[in-house]
């Protein structure tokens, strides 16, 4: 059944140079890890014809760079020889039996790569990767241009739809283009026309050596968020001479990887970059793509009908739902598993050299290991407690057809995520609670809220997930009884009254997030200007960066954590920096190093490595020292002879971790009978 009229525009085909895409969503490029070995190629080509079989119009693969120089580490994907061939033939044929089209990356790491091979353009070296490039020489940038013609051909024989040239995300393509790392005096470097000279002439080699209707997208840095990137003008002219050049569409690009202000993670707005793709309208005439945090089928179509843009690009959304695109066409919108821009299995795990997969998703990256087949023989799950865990493992198993009892002693489902949904910047949380909340009604789960169970209420059930999650530490420090001092948890739900001044016991995920709460006085997700204002975004400077202006507190907050050095070491690879940036913004005083010796109406009394005492004069002190298990149920049920699972925090508690509780959870649940 198909009801195209919720994103009739979404929905619609569109064609680039001789290719006609079914619809508009593009999923944009990402590395997954699969690409990097030979024995992966099935998994990868599993992975695309999900996505395939999912109803996005183009599939983009991850970069594949032309040359060993371009590899973004030792032994990553290249496509450099007509021995890759038969290989990059498993995917294609994979993406188009499932009724896809998919195109190929080419991308050129340059000073980003992570190898001692690694070539750029410039003399100045990455300030976030190790190795020093070797500066190329006419002749070298002369070998790297044919290495992207050959390589589009080498596309086009492996059945390949498109090619799409990355010329941002501060890449070898985007190194030429700007002042900041293109020094060069040749005609490589110098004036805006020697530092596109490049580009034009990797468009042109690639023109050369494939058929007109081959079509050649390129992925354009529009908003570089670096000094000394692009100016506007620059952009414009770009994309002028790329269209000359025989350039079939532009997917616009944001940020590069050393961009101080963040471009994808969930405190950025909805749809934040968008402008500069529509800005681009005015002088570009085949088609534009969009991308950056576009999640939902209602802003795509939101911003299609602006009429400016003709497709967007979304990479994460589709990790997180490969039926992303069937569901919004069947009028299914709802139940889209919405990615929340966490990061945490996807760009977390790709920068740490892992295989990626979704937070939300965990079958993402494991189409062909973790399978939720429909079971034969149905049994009865109890399942206990409603947060991640407990969530993925009642609607993982009820999907396979078992008959599942969701208990949860609360009023609503969510557990950690209820939390986590309240912090500034985390909104996109709630998605994933309006997710399992659908999930339960759509696949027939029995939720009883408000319902504690005991274990003579669970013994007649087949098997039995215990999900009963955590409860915050409360850290034997003198005084931790008095009225001043709250959990995490009661202070994100409202349940007392908040002070001006707040000392937070704690600096892990939690004591970030509660500083952050305490402090920002409107969420930035939600007031795009305001965001712009306290990140310095402004498209009137080159690299449309400025100063950024920090909003004023609401509360005047101490974090303290007893371990000496950095705090925050153990927040995520590609967030974590955002989160550090904010307290600071936010004037929060980050303590390290200290002992707690009290708490009292003075406040919370503390010795300092130098063996200073310190008294914090706070109205409140916010407990967010970590959490302990919850699983009083587990030895009265396995002594019962029960069958049981303990699942989540209520199993390992010491890295309370929704990524670890909703993959446990799945797993459970493709384990049964
Ligand atoms: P955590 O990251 O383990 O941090 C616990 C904090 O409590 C540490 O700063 C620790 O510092 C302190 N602590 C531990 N035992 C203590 C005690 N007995 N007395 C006083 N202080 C104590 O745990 P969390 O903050 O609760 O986060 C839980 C999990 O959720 C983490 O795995 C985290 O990755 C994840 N999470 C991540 C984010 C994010 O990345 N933004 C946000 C939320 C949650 P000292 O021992 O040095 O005092
Ligand atoms: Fe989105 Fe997080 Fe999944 Fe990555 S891990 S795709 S950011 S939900």
């Not at 290495?147 to 024989?157: C, I, K, N």
């Amino acid at each position: 059944m198909t009801d195209s009229t919720q994103f009739p525009l979404l929905l619609e085909p569109l064609t680039i140079g001789g290719m006609t895409l079914r619809n508009r969503v593009v999923m944009g490029s990402m590395h997954t890890g699969l690409e990097d070995r030979v024995w992966n190629t099935d998994k990868l080509a599993a992975y695309y014809a999900e996505r395939a079989a999912g109803g996005v119009g183009l599939i983009v693969t991850g970069g594949f760079s032309p040359s060993v120089t371009g590899q973004l580490s030792p032994a990553a994907s290249t496509l450099a020889t007509p021995l890759q061939i038969p290989r990059h033939r498993r995917v294609t044929r994979a993406v188009h039996k499932a009724g896809g089209k998919i195109a190929l990356q080419l991308l050129h790491a340059g000073r980003y790569g992570v190898t001692p091979y690694k070539t750029a353009p410039g003399t100045e070296p990455s300030p976030i990767h190790p190795f020093k490039h070797i500066r190329m020489t006419d002749f070298m940038i002369r070998q790297e241009i044919k290495a992207f013609g050959r390589a589009a051909a080498l596309a086009h024989a492996s059945g390949y739809d498109a090619v799409e040239i990355m010329g941002g995300e501060g890449y070898l393509i985007n190194q030429f283009l700007c002042e900041r790392t293109n020094d060069r005096t040749d005609q490589w470097g110098g004036g805006t026309e020697n530092r596109q000279r490049f580009l034009v002439e990797v468009i042109r080699d690639i023109r050369r050596r494939v058929p007109r209707d081959f079509p050649v997208i390129l992925r354009q840095s529009i908003a570089d968020l670096v000094s000394g990137g692009q100016t506007w003008e620059e952009i414009e002219s770009m994309a002028r001479k790329a269209e000359a050049e025989g350039v079939d569409a532009i997917n616009t690009d944001i940020g590069w990887h050393e961009a101080k202000v963040p471009t994808i993670v969930t405190s950025v707005p909805r749809a934040a970059f968008v402008k500069y793709t529509e800005r681009l309208r005015e002088v570009a005439s085949v088609p534009l793509i969009t991308s950056n945090r576009i999640n939902t089928p209602e802003v795509a179509e939101e911003i299609l009908a602006r009429g400016l843009v003709d497709a967007v690009s979304m990479a994460r959304p589709l990790l997180a739902d490969p039926e992303f695109v069937n569901k919004a066409a069947e009028g299914r919108p709802d139940e889209i598993n919405t990615c929340i821009a966490c990061n945490q299995a996807c760009l977390d795990h790709v920068f740490e050299g892992k295989k990626a997969s979704c937070l939300v998703n965990p079958r993402a990256g494991r189409e062909t290991t973790l399978i939720l087949g429909p079971t034969r023989h149905a049994l009865r799950v109890a399942v206990v407690g409603a947060g991640p865990a407990g969530l993925s493992s009642a609607v993982s198993a009820a999907q396979r057809g078992h008959k599942v009892t969701l208990f949860e002693s609360n009023d609503s489902i969510g557990g950690q995520f209820s939390i986590a949904s309240r912090i500034p910047g985390k909104e996109e949380f709630a998605e994933s609670l309006r997710y399992f909340q659908r999930q339960i009604e759509v696949t027939g789960v029995d939720l009883r809220l408000n319902t504690r169970v005991s274990a003579e209420d669970l013994k007649d059930f087949d098997e039995v997930i215990i999900a009963t999650g955590v409860t915050p530490r409360i850290p034997e420090i003198d005084g931790v009884d008095h009225p001043s001092v709250m959990t995490y948890a009661e202070a994100v739900l409202g349940r007392r009254e908040i002070g001006r001044r707040v000392a937070v016991i704690g600096a892990g995920g939690i004591g970030f997030d509660i500083s952050e709460f305490l402090t920002v006085t409107k969420s930035p997700t939600l007031d795009l200007e305001k965001w712009e204002q306290e990140w310095g975004v402004d498209d009137e400077f080159p690299g449309f960066v400025t100063k950024p202006h920090a909003p004023a507190p609401a509360r005047e907050v101490f974090m303290v954590q007893r371990k000496p050095g950095r705090q925050g070491k153990t927040l995520g690879k590609t967030t974590g920096w955002v989160h550090r940036a904010t307290v600071k913004m936010n004037g929060v005083e980050q303590i390290s190093g200290a002992t707690y010796e009290r708490i009292d109406d003075a406040g919370l009394h503390i010795r300092l490595e130098d063996g200073e005492t310190r008294v914090l004069a706070v109205d409140n002190v916010v407990l967010c020292a970590g959490q302990e298990s919850v699983r009083d149920l587990v030895d009265p049920l396995t002594a019962a002879g029960v069958n049981v699972h303990v699942v989540g925090g209520a199993d390992v508690a010491a890295e309370l971790d929704a990524k670890r509780a909703i993959l446990q959870g799945a797993e459970v649940a493709a384990a049964l009978g």
